[in-house]
């Protein structure tokens, strides 16, 4: 390939330390690759950020080049010996110790996250450790539990030191992170970066601290490249190294090769409103063609083609799987789904009081759902509350629901072909393209909320928007929600993708008439996929009655009972009767 200006200009850099700011979809590891290729007879190491970009990597670099993520790069250097070792490590692991405390399940999770920060931290001791967790990451649980775990500290303290300590003897499973931990304590991070002539680190806006700190003992030449808006693992403790570390040189990638002016002008006008940052810029690729517009139906799947519905939360995903399901409308999911629909059937099994059926032994510690909702609104756990309202709202398709979907998430080959919706959440789909994005409309209620627009959670919502505008390559479909969201200077741009409206007896067919919108999916919070059409409709007949045959997504059977938008069936040739939403139904 010959470089851009842009390419070149980074080739030229002769800084030790040199930062490059590449935008979505610039072409950051072409220019690292290009690095690498101008010094063949340098020692260079490419930090990546996991397996699966260090197995792209490995194809792609020349010989001269060691990809490795951190995990193995301190596996490669003789951390092999916790190779039997490797276990998981859960809120669960940390029970014992608290056992016939009142609020046992909110310390065992302080204490696993306080664990997790350590071990991802350069702090040497638990207690240093604790006191800077305690200040900046208690902030999200409620006054009760902040002062138990005030009156708990030194037991936190002492719990985690003692479950540090089987770790190191090598008496219990250990994670990743504590053989990473060591590998920092030892001073062998240090070593290993200095033993080679240049590090390569990708996707530096989502550092750990202890890699950060192990860059700033580095004494070669570092690049650093990154993208301060695609920053969405905060809630990892991540560290965006491309505001924190200190640079000789810097350099910007402005031009994506991935998308069109269209799509480039609402990534940056996104980013320009929600941040204050007037010169922020990305600039389309000239010889591709894209659009933005708001969708007013469901997308369908098009042979030879990765269409995906981008939400921010699982809860979100979950409910338009369900959906997709009951229509017959084909769909894969990706990401990390498969753990999230584990937890969800245990929550179910919860909620049935069938605990001997619960995987999850933390999950299954707790008396009963209710108990469970009460633990998650403490600690603001977020994903646990997503899960009991699925359980709440779906219990009469589960846990079958969740079994199709697992079958589902396991096929990780049937969408290759572009026979399906894809179903993500955006961190699932960071570092993935698609031909056109769907932005769910939880994306919008959470740009939304009064709260984030104070805070600096505003900042995390608006990163997370636009990782999900700069996935689509050809088209950027956005719902309703964001055009009366933000700042004035956006709804005033946005309007201009708004779709062409004709008379519904125009003769035309230069541009389609609106039509009135299919069923939508569920019902939830943040609206549906659909968008209701500004035409007047008819009163709403109900399409069922008592003694319809239909079909449900559990078989054939005939309609028994109805309430508002939900009937009873009785299942041909089983005893259960299942009550079904109106949108999970078809006539036999």
């Known amino acids: 390939?010959?470089?851009?200006?842009?390419?070149?200009?980074?080739?030229?850099?002769?800084?030790?330390?040199?930062?490059?700011?590449?935008?979505?979809?610039?072409?950051?590891?072409?220019?690292?690759?290009?690095?690498?290729?101008?010094?063949?007879?340098?020692?260079?190491?490419?930090?990546?950020?996991?397996?699966?970009?260090?197995e792209e990597a490995e194809e792609k670099f020349p010989r001269n080049v060691e990809v490795r993520t951190v995990h193995s790069l301190a596996f490669s250097r003789n951390m092999g010996r916790w190779k039997d070792q490797v276990g998981s490590f859960t809120i669960a692991d940390m029970l014992p110790a608290f056992k016939g405390s009142k609020n046992a399940q909110q310390l065992a999770a302080v204490s696993h996250d306080l664990i997790e920060f350590f071990m991802n931290s350069p702090f040497p001791k638990v207690e240093e450790a604790m006191e800077v967790f305690q200040k900046e990451h208690l902030g999200h649980v409620t006054d009760e539990v902040e002062k138990s775990v005030q009156g708990a500290k030194d037991r936190i303290v002492q719990t985690s030191r003692e479950i540090l300590g089987q770790w190191l003897r090598q008496e219990k499973p250990c994670p990743h992170d504590f053989y990473l931990k060591i590998f920092h304590r030892d001073g062998d991070f240090y070593k290993a970066l200095n033993s080679f002539d240049i590090v390569l680190v990708d996707e530096g806006q989502d550092l750990s601290p202890i890699m950060l700190d192990a860059l700033e003992h580095c004494r070669k030449r570092i690049v650093i490249v990154g993208d301060t808006h695609q920053q969405v693992y905060s809630f990892r403790y991540a560290i965006d190294a491309m505001k924190r570390f200190p640079f000789d040189d810097e350099r910007d990638l402005t031009m994506s090769?991935?998308?069109?002016?269209?799509?480039?002008?609402?990534?940056?006008?996104?980013?320009?409103?929600?941040?204050?940052?007037?010169?922020?810029?990305?600039?389309?690729?000239?010889?591709?063609?894209?659009?933005?517009?708001?969708?007013?139906?469901?997308?369908?799947?098009?042979?030879?083609?990765?269409?995906?519905?981008?939400?921010?939360?699982?809860?979100?995903?979950?409910?338009?799987?369900?959906?997709?399901?009951?229509?017959?409308?084909?769909?894969?999911?990706?990401?990390?789904i498969g753990a999230i629909l584990g937890r969800i059937l245990d929550v179910y099994w919860l909620s049935e009081k069938e605990n001997d059926k619960i995987r999850d032994r933390f999950i299954q510690s707790f008396q009963s759902l209710e108990a469970l909702e009460t633990y998650a609104k403490d600690l603001d756990d977020f994903q646990l509350s997503s899960m009991v309202k699925v359980v709440r709202e779906y219990a009469h398709v589960l846990p079958d629901a969740v079994y199709d979907m697992m079958k589902i998430s396991n096929n990780t080959t049937e969408n290759q072909d572009g026979q399906g919706i894809i179903l993500s959440t955006v961190h699932g789909a960071k570092g993935q393209e698609y031909d056109r994005v769907y932005i769910d409309p939880d994306i919008a209620a959470s740009l939304s909320r009064p709260e984030a627009l104070l805070t600096s959670a505003f900042g995390d919502e608006a990163n997370i928007a636009y990782v999900g505008f700069t996935r689509a390559i050809r088209e950027l479909h956005l719902p309703r929600g964001f055009k009366t969201i933000l700042t004035p200077g956006w709804q005033e741009t946005i309007q201009r993708y708004e779709p062409v409206q004709v008379s519904r007896t125009s003769k035309s067919s230069a541009a389609p008439c609106k039509r009135a919108p299919r069923p939508g999916l569920p019902g939830t919070r943040y609206g549906e996929l659909t968008i209701e059409a500004d035409l007047p409709k008819p009163p709403r007949k109900k399409p069922f009655k008592v003694g319809d045959r239909v079909r449900t997504g559990h078989g054939t059977g005939t309609v028994v009972e109805t309430d508002g938008d939900k009937y009873l069936v009785a299942l041909d040739g089983q005893a259960a009767r299942l009550w079904e939403k109106e949108w999970g139904l078809r006539k036999a």
Do not use: W
């Not at 998308?259 to 980013?271: H, M, N, P, Y």
């Not at 030879?304 to 995903?317: D, V």
């Open 1 to 54: 390939m010959k470089p851009t200006e842009e390419q070149q200009a980074i080739l030229d850099a002769k800084g030790r330390v040199l930062r490059v700011n590449a935008r979505a979809g610039t072409g950051k590891t072409a220019t690292l690759r290009m690095i690498a290729a101008a010094h063949p007879d340098q020692k260079i190491l490419y930090l990546v950020f996991n397996r699966k970009a260090r």
């Open 257 to 336: 090769f991935r998308f069109g002016t269209d799509i480039a002008e609402v990534a940056s006008l996104l980013i320009q409103e929600t941040k204050d940052e007037k010169g922020f810029n990305i600039r389309g690729n000239p010889e591709k063609s894209s659009r933005v517009a708001f969708y007013t139906d469901l997308p369908r799947p098009k042979a030879g083609e990765r269409c995906a519905i981008l939400s921010r939360t699982n809860l979100a995903l979950f409910e338009k799987a369900l959906g997709f399901r009951a229509r017959g409308i084909p769909f894969s999911l990706e990401g990390n």
